[in-house]
Every structure is written in structure tokens, then in C-alpha cells.
């Protein structure tokens, strides 16, 4: 009865999500539908409606798969860039969010990532979803939220909550990391970047991430996912030698909406991974 009652639970929260993507994206809008991975329609799921998801619902994380093999397939092997196990006590809190939305030139569902300047101390050049610190006197979607709108110069207060991924530790720089998927049914206005965080904003097609989460589900070898080599070098603690090592990691390698490839690994690989298994599940619940 329990799984039963799981499946029934897991059915009516597939079907708020894609009823909400569902109505953002319809055609009678002009905007491209968002396909659901191994679907040719929509089902049951009821067109048009407007179904706002409050904080408070079922969090996404109860329809992603146990394990999560995606994050898993993503997790560096390294003891500096381990991602899962316990955090600490007195870790530090940060928030990310993923925010879906009409692309403003072909109206497809996509979400943004940036690039981080070079002359930043920690994680230069790395490509990352947008977020940042949880403030003592903030939540941590609040938290995402304004760092969205400090980093892109977009505000998202009208934007539908859909949920929470599982949270992640990110070892590295000893956070504890909350996302959130946040939908925006008309194209975003004009992006106002700040220079000193965000070097480059990359749009990336909601579209590829199901076709990574449907090969992650059948442990298909999928295109999307490579080993990138990678050299270290370092100063020897206490003396006057050098290091280095090589060593390989996982990366996606993601086409984003100008045709470019972008490479994202580490926490961010992680999550869009996790994220790309969900909204392949949503698909299946709604066959």
C-alpha cells in the first residue's frame, strides 16, 4: 500500500509540474512546447491551467530516482571536489536557482548559467547556475533569488515556484547548497550582468537536459557526459619544490541556444544531472 500510495503522491506532483511548464509553454502563446522525454502529448495533464506551486509542496527531490545515479556519474573522484557525505556542523549555507523561461529569440524552454570572471579568487571560470551565500537575516530561496537578480539584473518575484532539488555539500568550499526551480512564463527582460561576478551568460536548452536524463535512467553511455584531463600544479607546503599531477573529471558538455558547446562539471554538473533525472521521471509518470 505504501508504494501505491507513493506512486499516486509522485503522479499528482508530476502533473502540477507539467501542467505549470505546460502553461508557460503552450502554443497558443507562440511558444515552443516543452517535449517530455519518451511522450508524444501531454496525457492527462490539463492544458492551460495555472497552477502556482508554493513553498511548502513536495520538494522535486521526492521524484528524483534513488540512487541518484547522475550526480553520482558526475561526482569528481578526488577528495577536494567530493560532493556527498555529511556536511559539517557549522558549514556555510549557499542557494542556487534554475530558472526556466521562454528563450526571447525562438521561444524555446530554456534556464541560465554564467561564467565566472578569470581574476575571481575562488572558482574563476567556472561555468555555474546563479546564487550565492543565505544571509543570517534571509531563507535560502530568498537568498537565490536575490543573488539572481545581483548577478543578472533580473528581478524574479512573479516567478512559479516548482521546488527544491536535494541538497548538496560542496566539500571544496565547505557549502551546503539548496536549488530551486523557479518558472517564468514570458521571456525575461533584458539581462543587466554584474561584471565582477558573471563574465558570460550562457542560455541552455531545457531539451538537453532530458534527452541526458533519459540515457541516465537506461545507464546508456551518452554523448553528454566525457572525461576532461586536467593538470595540477602547487607549491610544496613548507619548502621551495613545485607539484603536479594529472588527474581526469566528468563534465557534461551541453549545447546551449546559440549552438555553442559549453562544458559545466563539479556541483553544477551534479545538479543539472540530478535535475535532468526528474524531468525524465515526470515524463514517464504522465505516459
Known amino acids: 500500500?505504501?508504494?501505491?500510495?507513493?506512486?499516486?503522491?509522485?503522479?499528482?506532483?508530476?502533473?502540477?509540474?507539467?501542467?505549470?511548464?505546460?502553461?508557460?509553454?503552450?502554443?497558443?502563446?507562440?511558444?515552443?512546447?516543452?517535449?517530455?522525454?519518451g511522450q508524444t502529448g501531454l496525457?492527462?495533464?490539463?492544458?492551460?491551467?495555472?497552477?502556482?506551486?508554493?513553498?511548502?509542496?513536495?520538494?522535486?527531490?521526492?521524484?528524483?530516482?534513488?540512487?541518484?545515479?547522475?550526480?553520482?556519474?558526475?561526482?569528481?573522484?578526488?577528495?577536494?571536489?567530493?560532493?556527498?557525505?555529511?556536511?559539517?556542523?557549522?558549514?556555510?549555507?549557499?542557494?542556487?536557482?534554475?530558472?526556466?523561461?521562454?528563450?526571447?529569440?525562438?521561444?524555446?524552454?530554456?534556464?541560465?548559467?554564467?561564467?565566472?570572471?578569470?581574476?575571481?579568487?575562488?572558482?574563476a571560470g567556472q561555468v555555474c547556475l546563479p546564487g550565492g551565500r543565505v544571509e543570517d537575516d534571509e531563507d535560502a530561496l530568498q537568498a537565490a533569488k536575490r543573488e539572481y537578480q545581483e548577478e543578472l539584473g533580473v528581478c524574479l518575484d512573479k516567478a512559479v515556484y516548482l521546488g527544491r532539488l536535494s541538497k548538496i555539500y560542496v566539500y571544496a568550499s565547505d557549502n551546503l547548497v539548496d536549488t530551486f526551480v523557479l518558472l517564468e512564463k514570458e521571456p525575461l527582460p533584458r539581462w543587466n550582468p554584474d561584471p565582477i561576478e558573471v563574465d558570460e551568460i550562457i542560455e541552455i536548452p531545457l531539451s538537453a537536459l532530458e534527452t541526458l536524463g533519459s540515457c541516465i535512467a537506461r545507464r546508456e553511455q551518452s554523448a553528454t557526459i566525457s572525461q576532461v584531463n586536467s593538470t595540477r600544479r602547487g607549491k610544496v607546503v613548507d619548502g621551495e619544490g613545485v607539484f603536479q599531477y594529472r588527474f581526469t573529471y566528468p563534465a557534461l558538455q551541453l549545447v546551449d541556444c546559440d549552438g555553442h558547446q559549453q562544458q559545466v562539471w563539479g556541483a553544477t554538473a551534479m545538479i543539472l544531472a540530478g535535475w535532468s533525472e526528474i524531468l525524465h521521471r515526470v515524463g514517464k509518470l504522465l505516459d
Open 1 to 37: 500500500m505504501f508504494f501505491a500510495d507513493r506512486r499516486w503522491a509522485d503522479q499528482q506532483w508530476a502533473n502540477l509540474v507539467r501542467s505549470s511548464l505546460d502553461d508557460a509553454f503552450r502554443p497558443d502563446n507562440g511558444i515552443m512546447p516543452i517535449p517530455a522525454a
Open 43 to 123: 496525457g492527462n495533464v490539463r492544458s492551460g491551467t495555472d497552477c502556482e506551486i508554493q513553498p511548502g509542496s513536495q520538494d522535486l527531490c521526492f521524484l528524483a530516482p534513488k540512487p541518484n545515479r547522475g550526480r553520482r556519474r558526475l561526482s569528481p573522484s578526488l577528495s577536494y571536489g567530493r560532493h556527498r557525505g555529511p556536511a559539517r556542523r557549522d558549514c556555510r549555507h549557499a542557494a542556487v536557482v534554475i530558472t526556466v523561461y521562454p528563450h526571447a529569440k525562438s521561444g524555446e524552454a530554456c534556464f541560465a548559467l554564467t561564467r565566472r570572471p578569470m581574476t575571481l579568487s575562488h572558482h
